[in-house]
């Protein structure tokens, strides 16, 4: 079984930053891609960025130019440095990994964090 366990939330007011964590374990060999997305109250959930195993990068159009993701492979974490953040970035985030592959399994797995709250104040 694999679990993702987030880091780093909390309030912060408008401007400020936020670093969030999420560290995998378990019996993993490999994961794919990993990322963030959040989910507002009364909102779907949606993507923010993503970071597949080679480096590349996706983000949300209104978080390009203050989220930054980055990952260690070796250690299967991700982090979402987060400035200047505004008050409509507050919502709970949720790490994800998906393209996880685990040992005595031939398939690819896909894996959800229990969320961690950003609150950002006006």
């Known amino acids: 079984q694999v679990q993702l366990v987030e880091s780093g939330g909390g309030l912060v007011q408008a401007g400020g930053s936020l670093r969030l964590s999420c560290a995998a374990s378990?019996?993993?060999?490999?994961?794919?891609?990993m990322g963030w997305y959040r989910q507002a109250p009364e909102k779907q959930r949606e993507l923010v960025a993503v970071i597949i195993s080679g480096g590349s990068t996706n983000y949300a159009d209104s978080v390009k130019g203050r989220f930054t993701i980055s990952r260690d492979n070796a250690k299967n974490t991700v982090s979402l440095q987060m400035n200047s953040l505004k008050p409509e970035d507050t919502a709970v985030y949720y790490c994800?990994?998906?393209?996880?592959?685990?040992?005595?399994?031939?398939?690819?797995?896909?894996?959800w964090g229990q969320g961690t709250q950003v609150t950002v104040s006006s």
């Open positions: 994800h990994a998906n393209g996880v592959f685990i040992r005595g399994s031939l398939w690819s797995h896909e894996y």
């Open positions: 378990g019996s993993i060999l490999s994961i794919n891609v």
